[in-house]
């Protein structure tokens, strides 16, 4: 423990999609729809989709990697690795897996489910290990694989999500804290908005003794009701983010938010007066990689030199839970 590390910097970041790339075209292959149709509704275009050979893990590890290498630090100089997923390749977890496969040999690691929010309440939590002074390297990962779980008769849902792995690396610093705002929030009675439920059989063991015995089902959405809790609470959350650290939306460089639907990012910009060439957004490569979104099209804007050290981002994730949550945070190192 180093008690004299009181704040956090971002300092790098990387990404990883599977090969197979499936188009809207394909899609109309599969079910009653068309490319005019999905990226009208959705602005998705194409989306990524793991083999059988391509694990979670595997992607995981290759974006955490991107990301040290960026970052300069060694994967042997890792305190903890924050792996947030809802598809992990084991029910138990595919952190420690990751870190085996990056060989960071001294990092504790554990998996956070918060679905498509799991990436940002992934990093302020890891902000609370740094600025205790607990750990100091701190790679935090956004991974999901959710074509394992899409109905692909389903048109409402299985033309949105696509998979990948996204990573930033954090911090601790000894001067001012880089990330300047954060919160997390949860409404659990709209959970049966979004969801990939557990369905279990009655297994008889002995007489007047059964276990449940049975599988996950695919993912059920209800998307109007998913797209007004989003226009609602990401701008709220965004907005409160803000007051928290005495910005205002001039002071924002990129709103980056979770690639769900290029209609809600859209609104969202519009509620925060952002323009649109402030809105960071790859929805139209990737579709909607749950946990993954944000870090993937953060990486992709600091590759491509739009994001620049010292930048302030505004981030927001929101999903099944349902649950939302914001950040801010300057980017880099500067």
């Given at each position: ?184 929030y949860s409404d659990g009675s709209q959970n049966n908005c979004l969801n990939l439920l557990y369905e279990s059989q009655s297994q008889s063991l002995v007489e007047d003794i059964t276990v449940q015995s049975g599988t996950y089902q695919p993912i059920t959405m209800n998307g109007k009701e998913v797209y007004r809790f989003a226009v609602a609470k ?27 639907n290029q209609r809600i990012m859209d609104a969202v910009a519009k509620r925060l007066k952002l323009p649109a060439e402030k809105v960071l957004s790859k929805i139209a490569d990737y579709g909607n ?46």
């Amino acid at each position: 423990m180093n008690n004299l590390k009181t704040g956090i910097a971002v300092i790098g970041c990387g990404s990883a999609v599977p090969q197979n790339q499936l188009t809207n075209e394909h899609l109309s292959q599969i079910v009653e729809t068309s490319d005019d149709w999905i990226s009208s509704r959705t602005g998705m275009k194409n989306r990524c989709i793991s083999s059988e050979t391509e694990s979670l893990s595997q992607l995981s590890a290759v974006a955490a990697k991107n990301a040290l290498d960026m970052a300069g630090i060694a994967a042997s100089d890792v305190d903890l690795i924050i792996l947030a997923t809802s598809t992990s390749d084991d029910l138990f977890g595919s952190a420690s897996k990751v870190q085996h496969l990056l060989g960071a040999t001294k990092a504790a690691a554990f998996d956070l489910t918060a679905a498509c929010s799991g990436f940002v309440f992934a990093l302020i939590t890891a902000a609370q290990y740094i600025r205790t002074g607990m750990y100091y390297n701190v790679v935090v990962i956004g991974a999901d694989v959710l074509s394992r779980w899409v109905d692909w008769s389903d048109r409402s849902t299985c033309v949105l999500f696509g998979d990948g792995a996204g990573a930033v690396v954090c911090q601790g610093t000894t001067d001012r804290d880089r990330l300047i705002a954060g919160a997390m929030y949860s409404d659990g009675s709209q959970n049966n908005c979004l969801n990939l439920l557990y369905e279990s059989q009655s297994q008889s063991l002995v007489e007047d003794i059964t276990v449940q015995s049975g599988t996950y089902q695919p993912i059920t959405m209800n998307g109007k009701e998913v797209y007004r809790f989003a226009v609602a609470k990401v701008p709220e959350s965004l907005e409160k983010a803000m007051f928290q650290a005495g910005i205002t939306s001039e002071d924002i460089d990129w709103l980056l938010l979770h690639q769900a639907n290029q209609r809600i990012m859209d609104a969202v910009a519009k509620r925060l007066k952002l323009p649109a060439e402030k809105v960071l957004s790859k929805i139209a490569d990737y579709g909607n990689t749950s946990a993954a979104s944000i870090p993937l099209t953060l990486d992709a804007a600091v590759r491509e030199g739009k994001v620049k050290p010292g930048d302030t981002i505004a981030a927001s994730g929101f999903g099944a839970g349902l649950t939302w949550s914001s950040a801010i945070f300057k980017w880099g190192q500067f």
